[in-house]
């Protein structure tokens, strides 16, 4: 069973940057991501790697402010959040599956979820 845990979240201004962690408890060899959701607001893929070759897919929203990337020795991935806007404030998930590459972009493979960590973005 592969467990996440998120940290990094909390409170900033905007224009502040926060870096999220998430740490498995086994190497995920396929596809993990930022998810977000906000009060009243559809869960939204943030971004996304293939952690067996590096490949990155950031959504449009956050192209530009947010990176994502990993360390395999640490089986945790991070998210680089720069630039934030108080339209980034959601509860952010890390989750994980099998896939590979672009197909870490499909909505259907997440089988591991964290429980979440809060970032709240002031104006």
């Known amino acids: 069973q592969v467990q996440l845990v998120e940290s990094g979240g909390g409170s900033v201004q905007a224009g502040g940057s926060l870096r999220l962690s998430c740490v498995s408890s086994v190497y995920m060899r396929g596809c993990m991501g930022w998810f977000r959701q906000a009060p009243g607001k559809e869960r939204e893929g943030v971004a996304r790697?293939?952690?067996?070759?590096?490949?990155?897919y950031l959504a449009d929203s956050v192209k530009g402010r947010f990176t994502i990337s990993q360390d395999n020795a640490k089986n945790t991935v991070y998210l680089q959040m720069n630039s934030l806007k108080p339209e980034d404030t959601a509860m952010y998930y890390c989750?994980?599956?099998?896939?590979?590459?672009?197909?870490?972009?499909?909505?259907?493979?997440?089988?591991?979820w964290g429980q979440g960590t809060q970032v709240t973005v002031s104006s």
């Open positions: 790697i293939y952690t067996g070759g590096g490949s990155t």
């Open positions: 989750a994980a599956g099998p896939g590979y590459g672009a197909a870490c972009l499909s909505s259907q493979l997440w089988n591991y």
